[in-house]
């Protein structure tokens, strides 16, 4: 996979793309990052790539050129069509299914804004998509960008072990069953008994009847659209009553 980072602050990106999984990742030939700073594309005399709104107000707005000129230099020079996203406040609230989404695509093209945010014509010309990582604002897109990477890149094939995401959060629809390790008592704080048995069913489902109770104690919303069986219906309906 490709993944290009258009971004005023490209240093931001060094630390993130190039420790742990996502360096891995890229060693290992899963994915190749290029963030460029599309300040380098400006046609005017003092690279300027903001001015102010039309119909006045506060801030400066992302002028239309530069971007669409970093973009046109991506596209000529990949043999891919990138799909261009984004980041913006205003974009589709970003989930697990949306990087499972984005992890299918060969190449796409991450836009970081600043300021006011963008010109509209780039969100209506340029872009395919327009993804939000929350409904908060920050000042750039910068963040968002390096959230969006991580979880698309952890998915790719290989990247991590498989089963250790398919079992993620919201990857089987629910948040994950709680997680111990060694030692079995710490100060008089044990690991149910269930864990230390070895009986894998017994384990199972046990992992599953935690995940469905925490769910329906911290994101009942996340149940709504997931198929139960009858017992995991009652569970789920006896923790939301005690609630
Ligand atoms: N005026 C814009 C608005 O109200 O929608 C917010 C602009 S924000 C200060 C500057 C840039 O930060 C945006 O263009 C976007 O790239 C990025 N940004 C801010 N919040 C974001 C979020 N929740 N998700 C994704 N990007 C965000």
């Known amino acids: 996979m490709k993944i290009d980072i258009l971004s005023l602050f490209p240093e931001m990106f060094t630390a993130v793309l190039h420790e ?12 190749v990052f290029e963030v460029t700073n599309f300040r380098d594309f400006t046609t005017n005399k003092h690279n300027k790539v903001d001015d102010y709104p039309y119909g006045g107000g506060a801030g400066m707005v992302l002028t239309p050129q530069p971007l669409f000129d970093a973009v046109k230099a991506i596209k000529s020079k990949n043999e891919t069509t990138p799909k261009v996203i984004l980041m913006t406040p205003q974009g589709r609230p970003f989930t697990q299914a949306i990087a499972e989404e984005l992890a299918q695509e060969e190449h796409i093209v991450l ?7 963008f010109d509209e014509r780039i969100v ?22 390096m959230v969006v990477t991580d979880a698309v890149v952890r998915l790719l094939d290989d990247v991590i072990v ?13 948040l994950e069953h709680p997680h111990y390790t060694r030692p079995a ?11 230390l048995s070895g009986h894998h069913k017994n384990i199972e489902q046990w992992r599953r009847e935690q995940a469905l109770i925490r769910t ?3 994101r009942p ?23």
């Open 124 to 145: 209506e010309y340029l872009a395919d998509d327009e993804i939000s990582i929350g409904d908060y604002v920050l000042t750039g897109g910068e963040l968002a960008a």
């Open 111 to 117: 836009v970081c804004g600043h300021y006011e945010g």
């Open 221 to 243: 919303d996340l149940l709504v659209s997931m198929s139960l069986t009858d017992n995991e219906r009652a569970l789920v309906a006896e923790i939301i009553s005690e609630k």
């Open 162 to 174: 498989s089963d250790s995401h398919e079992n993620d959060s919201f990857s089987m629809g629910t």
């Open 216 to 218: 329906a104690k911290r």
């Open 20 to 31: 742990s999984i996502l360096k891995r990742a890229q060693e290992k030939g899963q994915v």
């Open 185 to 195: 008592d710490y100060e008089g704080m044990k690991v149910p008994d269930v864990l």
